[in-house]
């Protein structure tokens, strides 16, 4: 019982830490210091351009670049309109939206600059996009960006005048197609004078904000990164996994143009992502306050140094710890972590053998089990037809759940066929073996993303070789405090479509947990299991059966 009790007081903590580590930061008030990000100020201009839908080429999207060059000269900033060409393929997606040909419009972005005390110095540029699609006021996506990265210039421009030049670019006709982002980084002459590039975007209303995104050969930028930025949310993954998916931002261009930088983005929320309900209303002034907050911090840091980060030869390994501070090492330390952990399970194994089988056929079958219970749920949810992407969106806190209750169906099954005879030091060492071989394989292919494999087993080797008790209670609760962390933004960002994904945070969690579990009975654990399961299938129906979302945009308007 001693065992459970352990298992119980780790978890709790876990939590916590998973609370602390997803929840934005409370909003900065409108009478915040002059020199403070405060997303109160900021949301004063979301209102202002998020009254209605302002799509390139609209009255109103000419009343909102009116509004924003004005802004923009009232707190001293020397502000310009670019404007540039349609393409033949962002005329099609406005065709499309309008429902009818039309003559393209013009696309007119817009750069302000605020001067620092060396002109001749490269200088940093702050992006953001204020157009948005058909049918939806984009308070979010991307006002909220835009009004940050005001509010970001305005504090450094409080401050005093800083070392280089702040550029500001709000961009026209992102949503079509990247377009104003294009036209400046393919050809504009002040694309010269740019040194590193922060991009301010989202994907829904709220949540964390997230730097998700630097381009290759980011080592210089994290270092840059690692110092400024107080209560960081990034990850060496998604930077890694964005850069082969087919997804693009404002900062797609600049990336491969081989400009160093910085995306941002918040995508909780996701139900008003491009969504007509996307209204000053709904937009989490939290999660303004976290990407304006890091922002400003980046900002100033980069304006203030001697020199800009270079694109380096490699690129950084790195995670934030709860959303509190940031880890960053050199990829090649990776392996110095991985043999530290199988050095502890490798002393636990010595000390019971003849379970070191079983405990490897035990994270095998949970592995399987989850990603079939993952899958099958998935497909009940509605998954095995055509489905409406923004719907799915919409889904995501169900489908979060869905996912949860699958894993912990996974694990209670696993648990009634290992570990009826308890767990032994062997036994947990098996475990931790198709871990460390998996890690050995992602360390080799791709290292930037082993922390996730390698920090588990290091934390949880260490405790299975000096055979304190303390020890892995403190190891199981930081590990699945940060996976289930972990958990919840991997969901958000690629749950609708491939929740299995969830099998590679459980893995650690069962193998850090399981030295703190007691025997159970097979007939109980099954039941638990059961009943977890039937549960995930009652949320997947009722993700099928649910009529579409009203925050579906209007252009996409299917089941």
Not at 63 to 82: D, N, Q, S
Not at 289 to 313: E, I, V
Not at 355 to 360: I, M, W
Not at 431 to 445: C, D, E
Request: a positive charge; aromatic letters at 6%.
């Amino acid at each position: 019982m001693r065992g459970w009790w352990a298992m119980l007081v780790a978890l709790a903590v876990a939590v916590v830490l998973a609370i602390v580590a997803t929840t934005p930061p409370a909003p900065a008030p409108a009478d915040a210091p002059a020199g403070a990000f405060s997303a109160m100020r900021a949301m004063r201009d979301v209102r202002a351009i998020a009254r209605a839908p302002h799509p390139t080429g609209s009255a109103e999207n000419e009343r909102v670049r009116g509004y924003l060059i004005a802004r923009l000269r009232a707190i001293g900033l020397e502000t310009v309109p670019l404007p540039s060409r349609l393409s033949a393929k962002g005329k099609a997606v406005l065709d499309r939206w309008r429902g009818t040909p039309a003559p393209a419009p013009t696309v007119t972005s817009i750069l302000a600059t605020l001067p620092g005390r060396d002109r001749t110095a490269p200088a940093v540029l702050l992006m953001a996009h204020f157009d948005t699609v058909w049918g939806s006021p984009g308070a979010a996506d991307d006002a909220g960006g835009v009004a940050a990265a005001i509010e970001v210039a305005r504090a450094v421009r409080a401050a005093g005048v800083p070392g280089r030049d702040l550029m500001l670019l709000l961009t026209d006709g992102e949503e079509p197609g990247l377009e104003g982002a294009r036209a400046f980084f393919g050809g504009h002459p002040a694309r010269a004078r740019v040194g590193v590039v922060i991009n301010l975007e989202a994907r829904g209303g709220g949540g964390r904000a997230a730097m998700f995104e630097t381009g290759r050969g980011n080592d210089a930028a994290m270092r840059s990164f690692g110092r400024a930025v107080g209560g960081p949310v990034a990850t060496s993954l998604s930077a890694l996994v964005y850069q082969s998916l087919p997804n693009s931002t404002d900062f797609t261009p600049a990336r491969q143009g081989g400009w160093p930088g910085y995306n941002f983005a918040f995508i909780g929320r996701a139900a008003y992502y491009h969504s007509p309900l996307s209204t000053p209303d709904i937009v989490d002034t939290g999660a303004v306050q976290d990407m304006g907050g890091q922002a400003l911090d980046l900002t100033r840091a980069l304006l203030a140094a001697p020199s800009l980060p270079r694109r380096s030869a490699g690129d950084r390994t790195f995670f934030d710890a709860y959303g509190l501070w940031l880890v960053q090492y050199p990829p090649a330390v990776g392996w110095v972590l991985l043999l530290l952990g199988v050095a502890g399970y490798a002393a636990a194994a010595r000390r019971d053998p003849g379970a070191v089988a079983r405990g490897a056929g035990a994270i095998v079958a949970l592995a399987v089990v989850a990603a079939i219970l993952l899958f099958a749920l998935n497909l009940l949810s509605g998954a095995d037809g055509r489905v409406n992407y923004y719907d799915r969106l919409a889904a995501i806190p169900r489908l979060q759940a869905q996912a949860l209750l699958a894993c912990g169906a996974a694990l209670g099954a696993t648990a009634g066929l290992f570990l009826r005879r308890g767990v032994s030091a062997g036994f947990v060492a098996g475990m931790a073996a198709p871990v460390a071989v998996l890690a050995v394989v992602v360390q080799a292919v791709a290292p930037t993303a082993s922390y996730v494999l390698v920090v588990p087993l290091l934390l949880g080797g260490v405790a299975a070789g000096v055979r304190w008790r303390a020890a892995a209670i403190v190891a199981a609760a930081l590990v699945t405090g940060y996976l289930l962390g972990f958990g919840f933004f991997l969901m958000q960002a690629v749950g609708p479509k491939t929740p299995i994904a969830a099998v590679l945070p459980l893995l650690p969690v069962a193998l850090v947990l399981a030295p703190l579990a007691g025997r159970i009975a097979r007939r109980r654990a099954l039941a638990v299991a059961a009943v977890l399961l039937v549960l995930g299938a009652g949320v997947a129906l009722w993700v099928r059966a649910d009529p579409l979302a009203p925050s579906v945009p209007p252009y996409s308007n299917h089941k």
